[in-house]
């Protein structure tokens, strides 16, 4: 049974940080992609950023690029979104997603989703 786990989520002013972790268990594959995407109500869900496993590859929406960092830490089975100089208009639910073979930015394409941890970006 795969889990993901999300945990960091909170009220933050804007221009502020968080850090998101999502902690997995119940997989064994070598080879994966590990995603974080967001979605607000009425919304589609927006691709943030995915890491791959094979080489540690990262890629991030051009909405985040330069603000968001992904990265993981193998050992305590998490991968954490570091999420910079937030914007009001991010004020969303932040989900992890897995996909047993390599990132895509096709939301349909991941297996797994865990149940999301909330953000709000307010003054």
């Known amino acids: 049974q795969v889990q993901f786990v999300e945990s960091g989520g909170g009220l933050v002013q804007p221009g502020g940080s968080l850090r998101l972790s999502c902690a997995a268990s119940?997989?064994?594959?070598?080879?994966?992609?590990m995603g974080w995407f967001r979605q607000a109500p009425g919304k589609e869900r927006e691709g943030v950023s995915c890491?791959?496993?094979?080489?540690?590859?990262?890629y991030y929406g051009d909405s985040v690029k330069g603000r968001f960092t992904i990265s993981r830490d193998n050992a305590k089975n998490t991968v954490y979104l570091q999420m910079n100089n937030l914007e009001p208009g991010e004020t969303t639910r932040y989900y992890c997603?897995?996909?047993?073979?390599?990132?895509?930015?096709?939301?349909?394409?991941?297996?797994?989703w865990g149940r999301g941890t909330g953000v709000t970006v307010t003054s």
């Open positions: 997603a897995f996909r047993a073979r390599f990132c895509s930015g096709d939301t349909r394409q991941y297996d797994t």
């Open positions: 119940g997989f064994t594959q070598s080879y994966y992609g």
């Open positions: 890491l791959d496993s094979a080489d540690g590859s990262t």
